[in-house]
């Protein structure tokens, strides 16, 4: 028992661990114009939105993992594994994010910056199958379960079609992300079975 | 109860790794001159100075939000997302400080350098309007919190100077902004309610 | 015995930051490609290969490492700079990532990373014997030891023989190596006597 | 009193986490050779000796800490800012070391190494006075605390002369350096009042 909780909180110190350096790294790439001056520093729009998106992205995920793990009763060897796939995923948003900067919101960075979304939530909910729907925990009522699961699928289901969207109109794509990202700001489900904040 | 002690102090481990995370990428982005001669490194003295009121400021910080959290009851939804913007204002830091050096004290950048403080205090108030003022806490007196909210709208005052300011005389704002931080090194306010150090 | 606890502790916690920093910049190393196309991103493909396996390696170390301190009692001296031998080798494979991808998997940086692979096997022994051979533990039996100890020869005979391999046939020594690691990929044995995953 | 143990270990945790990243980006900061063979490997020597020399040393300097702050009782406002001195220091260590690599150890960027190890650890031993020595500990005698003190002055002139000498013979002083970590490498006296490993 006792060392099912430090296998948990390890694992959680961990994952922060990588969750700081993620969104840390993140707003330290970008680079200052080479002008001292104040329209050298406007020029920088496409930068200065994508890392903001990617940043609130970041905050809500770790917001949900930290909401999740609060959940979880100890860390399996799946739980671990998913876990991992799941910071592989969050790790691969600056790659998307720097890419998107420099190409000014082409529509192939676009699409993949999309897709890596994707990827951060279905690996989000393996994650959650793993380590709160297998465990039998009566505090979790059926009907919030099913709330839950179905707001993972609409996320999964929007962002995969900002993926497609911009392939076209890569403003578009980048306009739908935006949108979720503000339906998922509140992991209201899930909390609505728990004082905790 | 308890579980509101978990979020409180996961949120401050998250923190914590994070101002790890931005004071040594701070440090460690200063590059080394290309000559190996002493007169190429006095020839770096924007960038030291920079660096250095940067490492001080982002230490002032650090304390005053380990204080702040020493008072906070638990991290409220609200807490968590204050926290979030105080984060990534102090994560801007080495993006002005580097294009501060690289500009070697330029108008622009020494302006937006001192918003960027602007930022972090602003946001800082705010995270401890929620977390502090909220709370009905006895052990905090009103003539404490009177004071308190005194110093951070000086605070936030002289750094907005110090942003007019360097638009004329880029230096003088610089110098404006160390003025400040002498100011802001000790959290006697809050300290003198405490035993704590 | 507490002092005992919080050294072992504070090791951990330091190892997992620097397993969370080299994880994570692992990833940020990979550049995004010049140009917003799909095609300039699937030219990619050594670098993606690359980075995905060094993840996985790295999480599969992360894990052992877990397991290891588990069983570890208390953090001696030896434990201390036997720990540090082995993050050093574990920091120098985002070195040889690079180079392997930026060689395009190239002989040299194929048998460079292999041998990394081996040091990184060696220095974990090396941690084995001193932190769990050395006390005398009754929860590990004899045959558990030696099926531990026959895995790890058998890994660092594998990757030695990926080093010598990848000097003629750089791409079978990289297929030697992912064969590898998908053995290693559960610490069944350790696991085996405890309930803990 | 709990107050005081958080705030202590709040300071342990920050520090370990800038340790983290320092130490880490530190072998991060090496990059590959242009050229896909040993040769141009090994023509990277100079990289790869200063490199192991400052692992080591920040190795040390992390032993050393963590040693002091089992002493600690608390952290006081002066213990707060003496460690983050201390930080500011060693965070210096990966800026000088990639200089003296590039430089392939010539004769400036040899000194400063000198002197970076100099500050290390005089702010090292004003934290020690503030954390130790200021407070009544019946467990540490008077023969320890003298021993102890002998060594830290023998530590700073053995650095200071490394940097002196290193203005002629860059070779030499590095060599010095390598010395004196050897003579620091175990916190023997510290130690041998204390059962702790």
Wanted: glycine residues 4%; neutral net charge; charged residues 15%.
């Amino acid at each position: 028992m006792a060392q099912h909780r430090t296998g948990k909180e390890r694992l959680t110190l961990f994952s922060d661990g990588v969750f700081a350096v993620i969104i840390t790294i993140l707003v330290l790439e970008m680079k200052p114009p080479d002008e001292a001056t104040f329209g050298a520093l406007l020029e920088l729009w496409p930068t200065g939105l994508s890392y903001g998106v990617s940043y609130l992205f970041i905050a809500i995920v770790w917001i949900n993992h930290h909401h999740l793990f609060n959940f979880t009763e100890s860390a399996t060897q799946r739980v671990v594994w998913y876990n991992f796939a799941h910071l592989f995923s969050v790790s691969l948003i600056p790659f998307t994010t720097e890419w998107l900067a420099e190409s000014r919101l082409a529509a192939a960075p676009s699409s993949i910056y999309a897709v890596i979304f994707v990827f951060v939530n279905i690996t989000y909910l393996a994650l959650c199958w793993e380590s709160v729907d297998r465990t039998s925990q009566t505090n979790i009522s059926q009907r919030v379960r099913r709330l839950f699961r179905m707001r993972s699928f609409i996320t999964i289901g929007l962002f995969t079609a900002a993926a497609v969207l911009a392939l076209w109109w890569p403003v578009a794509g980048i306009a739908l992300i935006c949108l979720c990202l503000v339906l998922y700001v509140r992991p209201d489900v899930l909390q609505a079975t728990s004082a905790d904040g």
